[in-house]
């Protein structure tokens, strides 16, 4: 499996794409906004995709994040039980801010916890405010979480990887397949769902299932 961020030149001339400029290179991304986008994808073979957490205006200006995304990524070996239980206390310290949590088991090892902004902050200034929170998280559950960034600090915890609000930075979409010989599927989840004891990463007709029992939340 392999990742591509810069639209292919033989994309068809109808498709809609946007350049974004990075620290030393411009990359020009496909904007997934019709059936036949998606159509062609599927055609080329594309399993994964991912996005920011901001939107480009209708005329290509680049909008402030009206989300935040908070990456739980576990060490080798952490079971999916554990990262959900560091998930509630994410859900806790956003509940402080006013913001109302949604859990993604993110169709790889962790769990990704969103929540909708009103669009008035910077990316910078709300991964700056994402890191202080996670910051806070790690040291009340110091023996189980780390928010920094280094290999060193990884062993057998739950990273809180605040990086991914940062503009240039980009995370797997929800219901989106992953890049796997079996893929399992990003998948919005109930906080029940999240506290049962059999908690596991979903394959997609699982996914159409739930959504044709609870819908999605």
């Given at each position: 499996?392999?990742?591509?961020?810069?639209l292919?030149?033989?994309?068809?001339s109808?498709?809609?794409?946007?350049?974004?400029?990075?620290?030393?290179?411009?990359?020009?991304?496909?904007?997934?906004?019709?059936?036949?986008?998606?159509?062609?994808?599927?055609?080329?073979?594309?399993?994964?995709?991912?996005?920011?957490?901001?939107r480009y205006?209708?005329?290509?200006?680049?909008l402030?994040?009206d989300?935040?995304?908070?990456?739980?990524?576990?060490?080798?070996?952490?079971a999916?039980?554990?990262?959900?239980?560091?998930?509630?206390?994410?859900?806790?310290?956003?509940?402080?801010?006013?913001?109302?949590?949604?859990?993604?088991?993110?169709?790889?090892?962790?769990?990704?916890?969103?929540?909708?902004?009103?669009?008035?902050?910077?990316?910078?200034?709300?991964?700056?405010?994402?890191?202080d929170?996670?910051?806070?998280?790690?040291?009340?559950?110091?023996?189980?979480?780390?928010?920094?960034?280094?290999?060193?600090?990884?062993?057998?915890?739950?990273l809180?990887?605040?990086?991914?609000?940062?503009?240039?930075?980009?995370?797997?979409?929800?219901?989106?397949?992953?890049?796997?010989?079996?893929?399992?599927?990003?998948?919005?989840r109930?906080?029940?769902?999240?506290?049962?004891?059999?908690?596991?990463?979903?394959?997609?007709?699982?996914?159409?299932?739930?959504?044709?029992?609870?819908?999605?939340?």
């Amino acid at each position: 499996t392999f990742f591509h961020k810069n639209l292919d030149d033989d994309a068809p001339s109808w498709m809609t794409a946007r350049s974004l400029r990075h620290r030393d290179h411009t990359n020009r991304y496909p904007i997934l906004d019709s059936l036949a986008t998606v159509v062609w994808f599927v055609q080329r073979g594309a399993l994964e995709f991912h996005v920011p957490q901001w939107r480009y205006g209708a005329r290509g200006k680049h909008l402030a994040p009206d989300r935040v995304v908070i990456d739980l990524d576990p060490d080798a070996g952490i079971a999916l039980t554990t990262v959900a239980e560091v998930a509630f206390t994410v859900r806790e310290a956003l509940a402080e801010e006013g913001i109302e949590a949604i859990p993604v088991t993110s169709g790889s090892q962790g769990i990704h916890v969103y929540g909708a902004l009103d669009g008035t902050r910077s990316s910078d200034e709300v991964t700056e405010w994402v890191r202080d929170l996670a910051h806070r998280v790690a040291d009340a559950k110091s023996s189980t979480v780390t928010a920094t960034m280094s290999a060193a600090t990884r062993n057998g915890k739950v990273l809180i990887d605040w990086s991914q609000n940062r503009a240039s930075k980009s995370t797997v979409a929800p219901y989106s397949l992953r890049g796997r010989v079996r893929p399992w599927v990003a998948c919005p989840r109930t906080w029940e769902e999240l506290g049962e004891s059999t908690l596991s990463q979903l394959e997609h007709h699982e996914v159409l299932d739930l959504l044709a029992d609870r819908g999605d939340p």
